[in-house]
């Protein structure tokens, strides 16, 4: 993928069209001239395209491997390798990837072992990887991500974890029992994307009215808009001033 401020091969007021062998051009799908969006020379990789889906090998490097044979032996090497379905090192970050109905058990051992002592859930949110028509728009495909941070403020370390649902089922466990500064954070990503966090003490809307229909930060939802009237010109909603895909 290219920054913004690439503009190679392509000019910010060229269509988005996909130009082939798994690449798209652009933000939003939009044609013609006018892209204000500044990523007018991104370069993405399309569903079916390089996506990397692989585990990294160890050594992780760092301090990485050491919270990681902490965390095998606080919860068993069984445990483990049952919940942690594989583990990302990237751009100086670890992400540990858990399956759903383990993840209180690790993050009990993150915050409890002294090896670990990963105190603070400084972030729960939520990320809808719906494509446009491409595979990650499958029914039974778990598209519904939820991602952790957890910093060990004992040892100045910070981890991720991300646990994936499908929409059909997108149910996850609460951490709000282990780390109470999720609770908020756990009603937003529900809210937002429809997420239920099972054993939740009270799981309401936080931003949206109680009955708003929907979940606004899923990709299947309609960007909408309030059309208006300005000396006698109309300012459409922004879904239909320009073509999005």
């Known amino acids: 993928m290219t920054g913004p401020g690439d503009r190679s091969g392509t000019d910010a007021g060229q269509g988005a069209a996909a130009p082939g062998g798994g690449f798209r051009k652009g933000a939003f799908g939009v044609s ?55 583990v990302l090192v990237d751009r100086g970050e670890i992400t540990y ?17 002294d090896a670990l002592r990963f105190e603070l859930c400084s972030s729960v949110s939520g990320v809808d990887y719906e494509g446009s028509g491409g595979p990650a728009a499958t029914p039974g495909r778990p598209r519904l991500h939820v991602v952790y941070h957890l910093t060990s403020m004992t040892y100045r370390r910070r981890i991720r974890l991300e646990v994936a649902v499908t929409v059909e089922d997108p149910h996850v466990p ?16 529900y809210d937002m994307f429809g997420v239920v966090f099972d054993g939740h003490p009270a799981l309401t809307r936080i931003l949206m009215p109680d009955d708003w229909d929907g979940h606004p930060q899923r990709k299947d939802y309609p960007l909408g808009g309030v059309p208006v009237e300005y000396h006698g010109a109309t300012v459409p909603p922004p879904d239909t001033r320009r073509s999005y895909r």
């Open 174 to 189: 609460s951490v709000s029992s282990v780390y109470p500064t999720a609770d908020w954070h756990e009603r937003e990503t």
């Open 97 to 113: 990837f858990v399956a759903r109905e383990h993840l209180l058990t690790l993050v009990q051992a993150l915050r409890d072992d």
């Open 32 to 86: 013609g001239s006018g892209d204000t969006s500044g990523f007018g020379g991104l370069v993405r990789v399309e569903p079916g395209g390089a996506v990397a889906l692989h585990s990294t090998d160890r050594p992780y490097g760092g301090w990485f491997d050491e919270v990681t044979d902490a965390l095998v032996e606080a919860v068993g090497e069984a445990t483990y390798a049952a919940a942690v379905r594989r």
